[in-house]
Each structure stands twice: as structure tokens, then as C-alpha cells.
């Protein structure tokens, strides 16, 4: 377990939350090409390395919180 700092209820344990997705830029819908769609929709960067992340406070506020976190580590460092 580790913490999350949510900007609505402070501190709170991970276990309150939902991890939804890495955060990344969605591609021009006018502009994209079926494989930026695609790599957007379906791959993922996967990296032991810091990531910038959306989670889900389900047990608590029940809104959606940018994290970034260290995903060997669990460390976080930002909230948004
Ligand atoms: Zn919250």
C-alpha cells in the first residue's frame, strides 16, 4: 500500500482508489491516422520509471485525480 494525495481529501491510502490509465496526449480527431488511434487506444509505455497517471477515488470524493508515480517504487510525487 502507499499514499495518494487527492487535492479534495488530502492523504489517503491507495487502497480507496481505482487506477485507471497512464495520462497521454489524445490525438487530433481530424487529423489522426487509424495507427495513432490505434497505439493511442491499445499500447501502453509500460516503463519502471516515473508515469504520470489517472486514478479514481471511488472511496472517497469519487473523482478523478492525476498522479504521477514511480511504478518499481510506488513513490508519488504530484497531484492534480
Ligand atoms: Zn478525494
Known sequence: MFRIP???C???NSAEFR???ERRE???P???T?????AHLYERR???DWTAETWYH????RKFVGVERHTVTNEVRAAT
Open 58 to 61: 471511488g472511496f472517497g470524493c
Open 30 to 32: 481530424q487529423t489522426a
Open 19 to 21: 487506477h485507471v490509465a
Open 34 to 38: 487509424p495507427t495513432q488511434w490505434r
Open 46 to 48: 509500460n516503463a519502471a
Open 10 to 12: 488530502g492523504w489517503r
Open 6 to 8: 487527492c487535492p479534495h
Open 26 to 28: 489524445r490525438p487530433d
